[in-house]
Nanobody, 115 residues
Framework: QVQLAESGGGLGQPGESLRLSCQVS????????MGWYRQAPGNERELVAI???????NYADSVKGRFTISRDNAKNTVYLQMNSLKPEDTGIYYC?????????WGQGTQVTVSS
């Protein structure tokens, strides 16, 4: 069973930065497509950013130019660098690993952006 553990959430002010990390168990991390998703209160979970095993990335329009997803295959870890935070970035951020039809989720980490 693949296990994911997010960390790095917390409280930030508008314009500040936060970095999220997600460590994944197992030995096939480099094969996973890794993604960050978020869910704001009352909203559905939405894709924030994804990165393939080869490092190809894609972002939601709302975070392009502000967020950067990256991965360290040697550490089985994916990161989300969040810059120029906005109040609308508030939500629970989830890490997901995907291999074919199989998806695994972390427990989520809260990010709150408020002055």
């Amino acid at each position: 069973q693949v296990q994911l553990a997010e960390s790095g959430g917390g409280l930030g002010q508008p314009g500040e930065s936060l970095r999220l990390s997600c460590q994944v168990s197992g030995s096939i991390f480099r094969r996973f497509v890794m993604g960050w998703y978020r869910q704001a209160p009352g909203n559905e979970r939405e894709l924030v950013a994804i990165i393939t095993g080869g490092g190809v990335t894609n972002y939601a329009d709302s975070v392009k130019g502000r967020f950067t997803i990256s991965r360290d295959n040697a550490k089985n870890t994916v990161y989300l660098q969040m810059n120029s935070l906005k109040p609308e970035d508030t939500g629970i951020y989830y890490c997901r690993s995907s291999l074919g039809p199989n998806h695994y989720w972390g427990q989520g980490t809260q990010v709150t952006v408020s002055s």
